[in-house]
Nanobody
Framework: QVQLVESGGGLVQPGGSLRLSCAASGFTVDNYAIGWFRQAPGKEREGVSCISSIGGITYYAESVKGRFTISRDNAKNTVYLQMNSLKPEDTAVYYC?????????????????????WGQGTQVTVSS
């Protein structure tokens, strides 16, 4: 059974950093594309960053490029999202998700419609 559990969210001041973790079970993270998404109050869920299965190719939304880094630890079966230079507009619930292999192994499209398995989310609040 595929399960994803996010952790690492919290309250941070603007300019600060957080590292989110997505612990996977029921599958191995290097065999599937995995993504981080976020949903702010009153807004649609959006793709933040995704990583491919083969080659670990990454994708970043323009709004986070240069500030966020997605990575994968195969030994721990965990995917991370390192978030630096955080801004108030980064405030949202952050989710990790994975794609059925039938929908491909690439990082793109990093879109909600493509992902079937979701974690419960972790709240990130950026405020002074």
């Amino acid at each position: 059974q595929v399960q994803l559990v996010e952790s690492g969210g919290g309250l941070v001041q603007p300019g600060g950093s957080l590292r989110l973790s997505c612990a996977a079970s029921g599958f191995t993270v290097d065999n599937y594309a995995i993504g981080w998404f976020r949903q702010a109050p009153g807004k649609e869920r959006e793709g933040v960053s995704c990583i491919s299965s083969i080659g670990g190719i990454t994708y970043y939304a323009e709004s986070v490029k240069g500030r966020f880094t997605i990575s994968r630890d195969n030994a721990k079966n965990t995917v991370y999202l390192q978030m630096n230079s955080l801004k108030p507009e980064d405030t949202a619930v952050y989710y990790c998700a994975t794609v059925p292999r039938t929908r491909g192994l690439s990082a793109t499209p990093c879109s909600v419609w493509r992902y079937d398995y979701w974690g419960q989310g972790t709240q990130v609040t950026v405020s002074s």
